[in-house]
């Protein structure tokens, strides 16, 4: 069983910048890649960015490209999403994920995840 809990969502005025947190709890963290997805309110959920279990690559959205940053910090069993320029668009819950399979390149598919956080959520403000 994997506990995932989001923190740092909130209110921010477009431009503005947020850093979301997610911790893990209860399987070897380390070894398995990271995903942040979002879903809006009548959309579905969709890939935001994913890091590999060492965090040596990464991966983003178009939408996410040039304005976030993923990052994980293993003796934490953190994952952390920075973003910055938010624009109104960006307004979702964001949700972490944990990938499926162990020591494997994580995709953009949120069916090839096998946990996730409940979810934090952001508004951007026009």
């Known amino acids: 069983q994997v506990q995932l809990v989001e923190s740092g969502g909130g209110l921010v005025q477009a431009g503005g910048s947020l850093r979301l947190s997610c911790a893990a709890s209860?399987?070897?963290?380390?070894?398995?890649?990271m995903g942040w997805f979002r879903q809006a309110p009548g959309k579905e959920r969709e890939f935001v960015a994913a890091?590999?279990?060492?965090?040596?690559?990464?991966y983003y959205a178009d939408s996410a490209k040039g304005r976030f940053t993923i990052s994980r910090d293993n003796a934490k069993n953190t994952v952390y999403l920075q973003m910055n320029s938010l624009k109104p668009e960006d307004t979702a819950v964001y949700h972490c994920?944990?990938?499926?399979?162990?020591?494997?390149?994580?995709?953009?598919?949120?069916?090839?995840?096998?946990?996730w956080g409940q979810g934090t959520q952001v508004t951007v403000s026009s």
């Open positions: 890091i590999s279990w060492a965090g040596g690559s990464t």
């Open positions: 209860g399987r070897t963290f380390s070894s398995y890649a």
């Open positions: 994920a944990a990938f499926a399979r162990v020591r494997t390149f994580p995709s953009r598919r949120p069916e090839e995840y096998n946990y």
